[in-house]
């Protein structure tokens, strides 16, 4: 599978800013679609997930602000992020995943795209 992903960029503390990704190839019947995120000099954590029966987790600190969201018909995720903090800076990763949770060991990664939250 691979993932095309868009969006990104820079936004003052409180803005809001979109993150899309589409995903192409051997779509398994079951495969959860979402977000990763790394900041400098920390490990990669899980942003947001949902899969294509609905199955969706949240980190806790994005919990409220971020929203995720699919379109089926066209194997794309969205990730809408509200009430960004400086915290919420890193580079973001799409990922794919043939299976009902975003598995961070099997599964497709797209290019990273910088988001940067200035205070």
């Known amino acids: 599978v691979q993932l095309q992903a868009s969006g990104g960029g820079s936004v003052q503390a409180g803005g809001s800013l979109r993150l899309s990704c589409a995903a192409s190839g051997s779509i398994s019947d079951i495969n959860t679609m979402g977000w990763y995120r790394q900041a400098p000099g920390k490990e990669r954590e899980l942003v947001a997930s949902l899969s294509n029966v609905g199955r969706t987790n949240y980190a806790d600190s994005v919990k409220g602000r971020f929203t995720i969201s699919r379109d089926g018909a066209i194997n794309t995720v969205n990730l809408q992020m509200n009430s960004l903090k400086p915290e919420d800076t890193a580079i973001y990763y799409c990922?794919?995943?043939?299976?009902?949770?975003?598995?961070?060991?099997?599964?497709?990664w797209g290019q990273g795209t910088q988001l940067t939250v200035s205070s």
């Open positions: 990922r794919y995943s043939g299976t009902f949770y975003l598995s961070p060991q099997f599964g497709s």
